[in-house]
DNA sequence: CACCAGGAATGTA
DNA sequence: TACATTCATGGT
């Protein structure tokens, strides 16, 4: 695993496509406002499973309505919300899964920015128990919405990681390890290069950026 | 028409 | 622990 330079990776990666753009000209922006601070969190929940695309066609909905922020989205009754939660797919169940985070965070610390000065480790364990939010939510959440220095994995982490000479398959918590502990520290970098990754992905996929 | 997209919960063995 | 199933719209 030592033939592996992550950091050299990282430098590879935006040699080649510079900096991210699409969805991460906001997930990778810095410093964010609250209110793009929200719009990451709702976006990380209306993401899993489904194109960006259809994310992007829901959240317009969301701002149409002026509900594209926690508070508002916590007033909103489950069968308002729904509606406008159709074009991400699962809609019935993310409406729930985002109303439980939404409630989680403002019953547990009042708003998104006072729950940006809790500690990372407590806050990632208290993500985890709410219904819907799971360990690639929960990461993208603490790492683009609350800079906290977490790398986050998904399948085009694994891909990647895995085509690099890393041919041990490894959960998704040690894969995490292994990459923090061969990076240093540091969230932006952390933001920038899972970035690089899933647009390396998708153009290796044959897909446009 | 068939297939799949930045997942997560639930149930089975 | 390790799979299988369910949730569902929109693009290719």
Redesign the pocket.
Known sequence: MEKLDLLDLFRELQQKYGRPE???RL?CKRPKTLLEREEVVIG?VL????????VE?AISQLKEKGVCHLAEIQKTRPEEL?PLL??????????I?LLNLVNFILQEYGSLLKTKRVPLDSLRHKL?????????????ILLYALDKPVF?I???TRRLIKKRGLNTPL??FHLQQFCQTHLPRDYRLYQDF??LI?ID??ID?G??V
């Open positions: 699409g969805q991460w997930w990380a993401t899993q499973r489904t194109n960006w695309r259809n066609k729904a159709k074009p991400v797919g699962f809609y019935q169940t993310k409406t899964y985890l128990r709410v219904k819907g939010i799971g360990p690639e939510t929960a990461d993208d986050v998904d399948e085009y959960d998704y899972h970035a899933v992905g998708k996929r897909e446009k």
